[in-house]
């Protein structure tokens, strides 16, 4: 899934300083899960900002609140033709790509993002995530026993671990494991190793050009969500 | 053209010693220079350091030009943290152009133990990628398959950590670098002869010349300070008790000591085929050192 964290409350104090309406827009998917943009996120929010208005005493936004069950599906959008009206902005809790969806939904419409999108990951531990997916394109875990030295390893090395791995963690971070010591024990385990052993080229940049498309390979007629039939 | 000077010598049975400068930060390279003067007839070749520890400095390949200029032999270190490999075969190509032709492939720090934090990271390729690169240049091919224009041929090495605490996974890629192409390796600071021994027992079988990275450390402070923040370095607790025994003001003299010892010892006992000395900031003791190793200042340059 997609994670992220809420900006900070002044961040969002700023950005909304030219709208008077404000509609804070949670995400049910992705951004509920990492508590980042849930329904109980716009509730938190919500609230943050009246306290913080009251405190401050000289602004005159008004807040409302929704949680679509997804922000970055134009179908999820339409529920949102009546309400966007009455209100001056959207402050999305939604990741990266809520945003742009409704900033391509609806055109005239001022769209702010509430939130920093970080990375694909999942869960560790309650209340923690981790980076696990750098999304490039050219999936090699079958080489590297299930665990992606381009998201995991500092440098994205293809071929084995840097010096600086001391203790099993990473220079760049002593706080995380090194990669390619992870690599290399689960190939040992699953006799693998050779593998590892493996010249592994400089990777291919244009297996994603950015920004990249994907096209179903599933019977067009079935997909196709084109505007001339929204 | 001929092979390098110091890659005539690497083909040589000659016990070799290399040093390394780290470049200023800023233009002003007078102290660098006065650097290459001091060790450019002490050593076999210069290493010019690229950024290391990712800090922004002076660049290795300018630092190689006033080696050259000074007329000293240079090892170009580059690493992959900065360029993609557009910008790493422009250097190349430059670098060969003004006959800086010994190359030390590395794949470089991360830019998080550095001095610009946020700065964007390269790593386009790794130091396996690095020396296969520059066999595919000398094959007169680009990168992309294109046609180079001139013959090129370069002297290249690698780095090796023989004392990292986990050596498995650093020997299959020692072995990768070794297909690839390396002819030297310059390894990671040693501090523990047995780890070297170890180490040369495995890599004896392959022909390569192993040059066993001595760093000299100034205090027992410097050297905790560096097992936690530079990477790639263990300094064993006997040497830093070592350190810590001496009295205040001559933990470098300590330190000089030590590397002397080192260096005695391996050429002695022949464990390896040189050392590469890394003074970190105190290049000037680098000729000391040598002296009480008892090693003969570089008399095939004199000649």
């Known amino acids: 899934m997609i994670v992220a964290e809420q900006k900070p409350l002044e961040e969002i104090r700023r950005m909304i300083i030219p709208y008077e309406r404000v509609l804070i827009l949670g995400c049910g998917t992705c951004m509920t899960v990492c508590d980042a943009g849930g329904e109980r996120e716009v509730s938190f929010l919500h609230s943050a900002l009246r306290v913080a208005q009251a405190k401050s005493g000289n602004e005159t936004h008004t807040f409302s609140e929704y949680t679509l069950k997804r922000q970055c599906d134009p179908e999820f959008l339409d529920v949102l033709d009546d309400k966007i009206d009455d209100v001056d902005t959207v402050l999305s809790l939604g990741c990266g790509i809520g945003v742009q969806a409704l900033a391509e939904r609806f055109p005239a419409l001022p769209v702010l993002p509430g939130v920093n999108t970080s990375f694909m990951g999942m869960a560790k531990e309650l209340g923690v995530w981790d980076e696990r997916c750098a999304a490039c394109g050219d999936c090699r875990l079958e080489e590297t026993a299930g665990i992606c030295p381009i998201t995991r390893c500092t440098k994205g090395i293809l071929n084995g671990p840097c010096a600086g791995t001391k203790n099993g963690k990473c220079e760049a971070n002593k706080d995380m494991d090194c990669a390619w010591v992870l690599i290399y024990k689960r190939l040992e385990r699953l006799e693998q190793l050779e593998k590892m052993r493996r010249y592994y080229p400089m990777r291919n940049f244009r297996a994603i050009p950015r920004p990249k498309r994907i096209t179903s390979k599933i019977s067009v007629d079935v997909v196709d969500v084109g505007e001339d039939n929204g | 053209m001929a092979n390098s000077l110091f890659e005539e010598k690497l083909n040589s049975n000659e016990f070799l010693v290399t040093t390394e400068i780290g470049p200023p930060k800023g233009a002003d390279v007078s102290e660098m220079v006065h650097h290459i003067d001091l060790l450019k007839d002490n050593v076999d070749a210069i290493n010019i350091t690229d950024h290391q520890s990712s800090v922004m400095r002076f660049p290795s390949l300018g630092g190689c030009l006033l080696v ?40 470089g720090d991360s830019i998080d133990v550095g001095d610009h934090k946020e700065a964007k990271p390269v790593f386009d390729a790794d130091s396996v990628q690095l020396l296969r690169m520059i066999r595919t240049m000398e094959s007169g091919k680009d990168m992309s398959g294109e046609d180079l224009k001139g013959a090129l041929k370069f002297c290249i090495g690698a780095s090796v950590h023989p004392e990292a605490d986990f050596i498995e996974p650093q020997l299959i890629k020692f072995e990768k670098k070794v297909a690839a192409g390396a002819q030297f390796f310059q390894t990671q600071g040693i501090f523990d002869l047995a780890s070297l021994r170890r180490f040369m027992q495995y890599a004896s079988q392959f022909d390569v010349r192993i040059l066993a990275g001595i760093i000299v450390l100034a205090s027992a402070r410097m050297a905790r300070y560096m097992n936690d923040n530079v990477p790639g370095i263990i300094v064993s607790e006997a040497i830093i008790d070592e350190l810590a025994g001496v009295e205040k003001g001559k933990g470098l003299e300590k330190g000089i000591e030590i590397a002397a010892r080192l260096i005695k010892t391996i050429k002695e006992e022949n464990l390896c085929h040189g050392v590469h000395i890394m003074a970190v900031g105190n290049e000037r003791i680098v000729p000391e050192i040598l002296e009480q190793a008892k090693l003969p200042s570089m008399p095939t340059k004199a000649q």
């Open chain 2, 68 to 107: 050259k200029e000074r007329g000293g032999e240079p090892i170009l270190q580059v690493t992959c943290r900065d360029r993609n490999r557009l910008a790493l075969q422009a250097d190349l190509l430059l670098a060969y152009s003004r006959d800086i032709c010994n190359v030390l492939c590395l794949t």
